[in-house]
């Protein structure tokens, strides 16, 4: 990943080799400014290489993860090939129109008139419709303005609006038609449900991200990631005492995890990947005598990160980035040794906001290792929370459940983009030791859970899960 530094000197290597003049390089800086600098691709890459700076210093790996999934992943080449629609656009408009057949005389030059003010109004790729404003006053002198602060300036204003909690069986039900069918007791457990508080500190962390990336001219979270959580409700049973976690949200995917004793290798655009996270949260000690596939690809990521370090012209700045790389490297690589961990791309698992995970003094919060199940249309899938995600996203799950709802999932296309998933969490519902994943045995474990909260309708199952993992 390019550092700051790399990402704006490839930009000005491309400026400088184009051929636009500098009236018009200024005025497409100008123009972008306020759109693609503050929304582009290219500002949530700067981002994300300034933030995995700061992750790699962290001393958590729980912590790293949740600020790497904190920054969306956005293309560069999308926004090249925005910026140079723009450029041919230019030079399209600034090639000389045809000679007239037979020259005439010009007319005199006739007096400039004011622009008026102009006003635009698109949608941005977030999502966002933003409206422009060109706002036009008669000044004084050149030299008088340009030392006025407010002679030329911008102002920015940005309206978001907190939606409200479903709350009621027929809220539910524009998620999920046929929860009611599929949990006959749910009307009763909703008599006295409660929003979950967690639900408004999720927006508000949202909020509190949006505000810090406006003042600081940062890509903003889209519309469509904004809005992710439709509720999040805190439900007992009064008969067995059961308590239920309740979201209904979309699903995005997540791809992480490693484990030599199940899986010996992995392919090696992801062992050698410096994105690729081989850590779950759910983790348990290793029992098998085969290394960790990702061992070898941050071997030798330290052995270059060496190689770099003995270097002469190699920064002094640099070299404390290097030797504090190495370290965390060297860490990761210990655990590695020692733990196994979920596999994304084979175990079925949930991920929840990490400040849920570890909220105090709350009987309704989700731990590492609880069990839930996942309604989508008809089918019912029994899963694990299975790692901690950002504090302003709902709605995520591993590889594997994702494929199993939609066939065509990757880990850049997720399975559901309409808010149509229920996932039903059953706090303290864990285990006491972890071990690694059985999934009949997680499935007559929530098929357990379920009948504490009146059981599924008539005619309804849990989905099986199956070993997909290659023969040894």
């Known amino acids: 990943m390019k550092d700051e530094a790399e990402v704006f000197a490839g ?75 723009k450029m041919r656009e230019i030079k399209k408009q600034q090639r000389p ?88 007791k749910l009307p009763q457990l909703l008599e006295k449900s409660l929003v979950s508080p967690n639900y408004q500190t999720l927006y508000n962390n949202k909020i509190a991200r949006i505000k810090k990336d406006a003042n600081e001219l940062q890509e903003l979270i889209s519309k469509h990631n904004f809005y992710d959580l439709e509720t999040m409700l805190h439900l007992r049973d009064p008969a067995t005492n059961r308590r239920v976690f309740l979201i209904q949200s979309e699903m995005d995917v997540v791809s992480d995890g490693s484990d030599g ?116 249309n008809e089918k019912l899938y029994p899963a694990i929370v299975g790692d901690g995600g950002p504090t302003y996203k709902a709605g995520e799950a591993s590889l594997r459940l994702a494929k199993e709802i939609n066939p065509r999932s990757s880990p850049y296309s997720r399975p559901v983009s309409d808010l149509k998933v229920t996932y039903l969490v059953f706090p303290n519902s864990r285990e006491e030791a972890r071990s690694a994943p059985d999934y009949e045995k997680w499935k007559k474990r929530c098929e357990e859970l379920l009948l504490e909260i009146g059981g599924l309708g008539e005619g309804y199952t849990l989905h099986t899960w199956t070993n997909t993992f290659p023969t040894p």
């Open 11 to 85: 930009v000005r290597a491309r400026q400088s080799r184009s051929k636009v003049p500098w009236g018009w390089l200024t005025l497409i800086v100008a123009m972008l400014s306020a759109t693609a600098i503050l929304f582009s691709p290219l500002a949530g890459k700067i981002k994300r290489g300034l933030l995995s700076l700061r992750a790699e210093k962290g001393s958590s790996v729980v912590e790293e993860a949740d600020l790497e999934r904190q920054i969306e992943d956005r293309l560069r080449a999308e926004f090249e090939q925005e910026l140079a629609a």
């Open 261 to 376: 004793d199940r899986l010996a290798t992995m392919p090696a655009e992801i062992v050698e990947s410096t994105n690729y996270q081989p850590f779950t949260s759910y983790g348990w000690k290793k029992t098998g005598t085969t290394a960790n596939p990702m061992i070898a690809g941050w071997e030798k990521r330290i052995a270059t990160a060496e190689q770099e370090l003995a270097l002469p012209a190699t920064a002094a700045a640099r070299k404390t980035w290097l030797k504090e790389r190495i370290s965390y490297l060297k860490r990761g690589i210990e655990d590695m040794k020692a733990r196994s961990f979920l596999i994304a791309e084979y175990d079925p698992f949930i991920v929840i906001p990490v400040h849920i995970l570890t909220a105090e003094n709350d009987p309704y919060a989700p731990r590492i290792g609880d069990y839930a199940v996942v309604i989508h």
């Open 97 to 184: 129109p045809a000679p007239a057949p037979t020259p005439v005389a010009e007319p005199p030059p006739a007096a400039p008139a004011p622009s008026p003010a102009g006003v635009d109004v698109t949608t941005l790729r977030s999502g966002i419709p933003f409206h422009s404003e060109v706002v036009v006053a008669s000044g004084q002198l050149a030299s008088l303005e340009r030392n006025d602060k407010n002679s030329y300036k911008a102002e920015y204003k940005l309206t978001v609006k907190v939606p409200q909690p479903a709350k009621t069986l027929a809220e539910l039900q524009k998620v999920s038609p046929k929860i009611e069918k599929l949990l006959p």
